[in-house]
Nanobody, 120 residues
Framework: QVHLVESGGGLVQPGGSLRLSCEAS????????LGWYRQAPGKERELVAR???????EYADSVKGRFTISGGHTRNSVYLAMNNLKPEDTAVYYC??????????????WGQGTQVTVSS
């Protein structure tokens, strides 16, 4: 079983910054995709940013130029630097990982989520 543990959420004023971290642990052979998704109340979960092992970072249009994803499959950890935060960024942020266990079966796992609230 793969465990994804997020940290770094909290309350911040508009224009402020936060940095989210996600650490993956377990019987991991390789991680092919690590990323961040978010879900606001009454809305569907959406992609924020992701890094795939065979591709560069991908961002939602709404966060381009403000958020930066780093880390990724080679370190079993991923980070999300969020700058110039807006009230519409308020959501629960989830870490997601897709890869292969040491027994060569596939995993597709989610973290428990961390709350980000942007409010004055």
């Amino acid at each position: 079983q793969v465990h994804l543990v997020e940290s770094g959420g909290g309350l911040v004023q508009p224009g402020g910054s936060l940095r989210l971290s996600c650490e993956a642990s377990g019987s991991i052979f390789s991680i092919d995709d690590l990323g961040w998704y978010r879900q606001a109340p009454g809305k569907e979960r959406e992609l924020v940013a992701r890094i795939a092992s065979d591709d560069g970072p991908e961002y939602a249009d709404s966060v381009k130029g403000r958020f930066t994803i780093s880390g990724g499959h080679t370190r079993n950890s991923v980070y999300l630097a969020m700058n110039n935060l807006k009230p519409e960024d308020t959501a629960v942020y989830y870490c997601h990982g897709f890869g292969v266990y040491t027994d060569f079966t596939v995993f597709d796992s989610w973290g428990q989520g961390t709350q980000v609230t942007v409010s004055s």
